[in-house]
Structure formats: structure tokens, C-alpha cells
């Protein structure tokens, strides 16, 4: 198939389940309430975008913070972790803790903590929790992946410590780090609606406040509306970082180089 192709025929498929999801609607008569029309959403875009777009904003601008905060501390910690086995033994199991520890059951904890008028600090830690360990794990094996033989020519040469970091196991880092930032950003997103979840307050105005609040008033048009921005801002986050992975590999890495061809 052409490259094209490539795109023509998922907005087909796209366009082909919205006309069927419009006809079935009216067909079969499904109440409002239950399932609304493509263009009673489309509508709800209209009607409601001062609201969308603010908690858009809201919820955006917690996925950017979570996902630098989470892009810089997994990094230095993979750091850590690479140049001391110690450090690794000793803080390792606590960042699995941290993973695999559901964020719904923690999400109240943290909002006690950090107090309900800082409900923003709140969400960002929720989404860091999330974000933050697809960069750690991922970072730490590709620095412990560097050919040893590169390593103790390196260090025949009289490199330091440092260099060989810097120069080589970095570079040979970066397919790790870049395939953890796709996973990272979309959970960055998802850790943030799932603590506005969490939060149960309206002072979190965010796309997840506005689905639980349009939920509770019966406006299923403004869910399935929010749920569409929230699934648009997934895909683009995701296509964003995989422009950025194939910038920095195609000239040189064999998974970018090989899509090409």
C-alpha cells in the first residue's frame, strides 16, 4: 500500500463508523442520554468549547509538567543507577513499588498531603507516579547495554568515567529512551485524569472533572466530546514523540533506518 494509502484508509474507516453510528441512532431511536449522535457531539463541541478548551488547557498543561518532571528524574536516576550497582539494589525495588502500587488507592493520600487548595501539585505528583518509571526502566537498560568491547576500548584510550557516558553509552541509550517516552507521554495522560478522577473536587477542572461532572447531569454529548479530545491529545502526543524519535534515528539507527527502506 502507498504511504498514501497509509492514512486515506483509516480516515475512510473513521468516516464509514461515523455515518453508521448516526444512522443507528436514529434508526433504532437510542435515547440521548444513552448514546448520542455524532451530531449532537458535534454539537457539544459548539455549544461547550469555552469549557473544553479551559480544561483542555488544564489537563494538558499537567501531562507536559508530569512528563518533563518524569523525562528528567527517570534519566538521572538511570544515571545513578548505571554508574553505581548499590544505588540500583537500593532504590530499584522502591521505583517497582511506586509502579505497580494502583495510583486510584494512593490518590487520596497525596491529596491530604499536598492539601485540597494545591490540587494542581496533586495531580502533577499523581501523573509523575505514572509516567516516571517506563524512563527509568528503560534508560537504565539501554545504558547497561553498551557494547563491552566499545567500553574497554574507550577505556584503553584513557577515557573517563564521564566520557564514556557521555559519548557512548547515552547515544546507545537513546532507541531505549526515545521507544519509553511514546509509553511515558501517553501514561502521563492518562495518570492525569485518573487523579482528577481521584480527586473528587471542582477545583480540578480538568477534562477528567468535566466527564464526572457531565456524567452526573446526564450530558453524555459533553462526555463523549471530552473523551474525543482526550483520545485526540493521546494520538497526538504519541505521533509528536514518534517525529521526534525518527528526527534523532534515522540517520544512523537500525529500527528508524530500516522503516525507511
Same mark, same amino acid.
Given at each position: =500500500?502507498?504511504?498514501?494509502?497509509?492514512?486515506?484508509?483509516?480516515?475512510?474507516?473513521?468516516?464509514?463508523? !461515523?455515518?453508521?453510528?448516526?444512522?443507528?441512532?436514529?434508526?433504532?431511536?437510542?435515547?440521548?442520554?444513552?448514546?448520542? #449522535?455524532?451530531?449532537?457531539?458535534?454539537?457539544?463541541?459548539?455549544?461547550?468549547?469555552?469549557?473544553?478548551?479551559?480544561?483542555?488547557?488544564?489537563?494538558?498543561?499537567?501531562?507536559?509538567?508530569?512528563?518533563?518532571?518524569?523525562?528528567?528524574?527517570?534519566?538521572?536516576?538511570?544515571?545513578?543507577?548505571?554508574?553505581?550497582?548499590?544505588?540500583?539494589?537500593?532504590?530499584?525495588?522502591?521505583?517497582?513499588?511506586?509502579?505497580?502500587?494502583?495510583?486510584?488507592? /494512593?490518590?487520596?493520600?497525596?491529596? /491530604?498531603?499536598?492539601?485540597?487548595?494545591?490540587?494542581?501539585? #496533586?495531580?502533577?505528583?499523581?501523573?509523575?507516579?505514572?509516567?516516571?518509571?517506563?524512563?527509568?526502566?528503560?534508560?537504565?537498560?539501554?545504558?547497561?547495554?553498551?557494547?563491552?568491547? !566499545?567500553?574497554?576500548?574507550?577505556?584503553?584510550?584513557?577515557?573517563?568515567?564521564?566520557?564514556?557516558?557521555?559519548?557512548?553509552?547515552?547515544?546507545?541509550?537513546?532507541?531505549?529512551?526515545?521507544?519509553? =517516552?511514546?509509553?511515558?507521554?501517553?501514561?502521563?495522560?492518562?495518570?492525569?485524569?485518573?487523579?482528577?478522577?481521584?480527586?473528587?473536587?471542582?477545583?480540578?477542572?480538568?477534562?477528567?472533572?468535566?466527564?464526572?461532572?457531565?456524567?452526573?447531569?446526564?450530558?453524555?454529548?459533553? =462526555?463523549?466530546?471530552?473523551?474525543?479530545?482526550?483520545?485526540?491529545?493521546?494520538?497526538? /502526543?504519541?505521533?509528536?514523540?514518534?517525529?521526534?524519535?525518527?528526527?534523532?534515528?534515522?540517520?544512523?539507527?537500525?529500527?528508524?533506518?530500516?522503516?525507511?527502506?
Amino acid at each position: =500500500m502507498s504511504r498514501a494509502g497509509n492514512y486515506i484508509v483509516p480516515v475512510l474507516v473513521g468516516i464509514a463508523v !461515523l455515518a453508521f453510528w448516526q444512522w443507528a441512532v436514529g434508526h433504532w431511536q437510542v435515547p440521548r442520554f444513552v448514546l448520542p #449522535a455524532p451530531s449532537a457531539i458535534a454539537h457539544s463541541f459548539s455549544d461547550d468549547r469555552a469549557e473544553l478548551l479551559s480544561a483542555t488547557w488544564t489537563t494538558l498543561r499537567v501531562v507536559i509538567e508530569a512528563f518533563v518532571l518524569a523525562l528528567v528524574s527517570g534519566v538521572a536516576l538511570a544515571i545513578v543507577f548505571s554508574m553505581s550497582r548499590a544505588a540500583e539494589l537500593a532504590l530499584y525495588p522502591y521505583a517497582v513499588i511506586l509502579q505497580v502500587t494502583p495510583i486510584v488507592a /494512593i490518590a487520596p493520600l497525596i491529596i /491530604i498531603w499536598v492539601g485540597y487548595e494545591n490540587i494542581d501539585t #496533586a495531580l502533577l505528583i499523581l501523573a509523575w507516579i505514572v509516567a516516571f518509571f517506563p524512563i527509568l526502566s528503560n534508560t537504565t537498560l539501554g545504558l547497561r547495554s553498551a557494547d563491552r568491547d !566499545l567500553i574497554d576500548l574507550f577505556r584503553l584510550y584513557g577515557a573517563s568515567r564521564w566520557q564514556i557516558l557521555w559519548k557512548l553509552q547515552l547515544p546507545g541509550a537513546l532507541p531505549y529512551l526515545l521507544g519509553a =517516552m511514546k509509553i511515558s507521554g501517553g501514561l502521563a495522560l492518562i495518570g492525569a485524569v485518573v487523579a482528577e478522577f481521584a480527586a473528587g473536587t471542582g477545583t480540578a477542572t480538568g477534562l477528567g472533572w468535566t466527564i464526572t461532572e457531565a456524567g452526573n447531569r446526564l450530558h453524555i454529548e459533553t =462526555m463523549f466530546a471530552a473523551l474525543a479530545i482526550l483520545s485526540i491529545l493521546g494520538v497526538a /502526543i504519541f505521533f509528536l514523540l514518534s517525529a521526534l524519535e525518527w528526527v534523532l534515528l534515522h540517520r544512523w539507527h537500525e529500527s528508524a533506518v530500516s522503516r525507511e527502506n
